[in-house]
């Protein structure tokens, strides 16, 4: 009889964005004439900057030719784009980070998922909340937790997000083994400085713990006090591991391209008390069970980081903050308590009430999806997310109606 892996059947509610996309679907509907704005999940609207695409292009073209045409890639990416995400990304920002520390992939979400698999099944894990729910789940599926009660699963150590720490968790009060921090935060928007970030640092180089820092959204940070890899802090090298998209920066989410850094310098123990190189592990990993992103894909990729490249991506990132200052400023002028939407595509608004009524309220009463707070923790219930990512115009509309909902 084959039996099944039954940590499924601990995991609480259905995958938060496909219950969105149910509820939406269901009143779409029941209601064909009403044109929906979607604030919801944080998909992209604008089209690839047009670096990339004629890079695309001409990569395509080389598909087609039988002397350019290209097979299996090395699973870790092609050396022409880890060089410049070394570069750019990490040695241009005083980050010690080579490109064979660099691993492409086809999404952050695969990765901040797969991870988990290089470490042992009894790690204790410390998972902020409210969090982007894969973090957990992932964990739910491999086995680290009990069941859930009130929406908290036993065995995970929770870092609370609160108005009262601005959305950056305390320290954990009892020894934990992986850390997850997200900066600029998804769902919150909230951002973590220098400082604190090193606090982190510290404490995970003294607890020989490991931080899966994921920085998909650093894009978006104009603040330049405010540090946009991790390895920007002295001693990360030891103990960070950081996840970053091309999806939100260059509007690579139905193309899929990321890559996950694991420095050299990273390790873990065995039962035995042995150090090994999370580097090796993951290496490991990535050859048996990966064969890459498509050459086209990683040729689009690497047309970031062109001066145009670079010129466009910035004025992608820029319309979609302008979209997030105007949902920050129209929020805040109706009265609600609201954070993110500076140096981060979400805003995080304190919905006065039950977050999924919230959102079945301005579903109904403003054609307008956001993301219940709920849907990302205990901690999330009272707030919903607006996300940043649609044309200014829509969005005009969307806070138009959402004032009239809720006056
Ligand atoms: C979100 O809306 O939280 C993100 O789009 C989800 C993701 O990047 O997978």
Partial sequence: MIRI??????????????????????????????????????????PLPPACVSAFHRAVDEMADEALFRGYGPEQGYPFLREKIAAHDFMARG?????????????????????QEIFSDDISVAIPDPVYPVYLDTNVM????????????????????????????????????????????????????????????DYARQAKALILFDAAYEAFIRDDSLPHSIYEIPGAREVAIELRSFSKTAGFTGTRCAYTVVPRACRAWSADGTGHLLHTLWHRRHTTKFNGVSYPVQRAAEAVYSDAGQMQTRELTDSYLQNAALIL?????????????????????????????FFDMLLEKAGVVCTPGAGFGRCGEGYVRFSAFNSFENVQTAMNRVREAVA
């Fill in 95 to 115: 980050a010690d980070i080579q490109p064979d520390e660099i691993f492409v992939s086809d999404g952050a979400k695969c990765d901040s998922a797969n991870i």
């Fill in 5 to 46: 892996n039954e940590n499924y059947l601990k995991l609480e509610a259905s995958y938060l964005f496909s219950e969105i996309a149910r509820r939406v679907s269901a009143f779409q509907e029941e209601n064909p004439d009403r044109e929906i704005i979607k604030l919801g999940i944080g998909d992209v609207t604008r």
């Fill in 142 to 201: 491999a086995g680290r937790t009990g069941r859930a009660t009130d929406g908290r699963y036993a065995g995970i150590t929770y870092l609370d997000g609160t108005s009262g720490n601005g959305f950056i968790p305390a320290l954990p009060d009892q020894p934990v083994d992986l850390i997850y921090l997200c900066f600029p935060n998804n769902p919150t928007g909230a951002t973590i400085g220098r400082e604190a970030l090193g606090g982190w640092v």
């Fill in 329 to 357: 400023k129209e929020m805040t002028a109706l009265g609600f308590e609201c954070i993110g939407g500076e140096n981060a595509p979400y805003i995080w608004v304190k919905s006065k009430n039950n977050s999924w009524e």
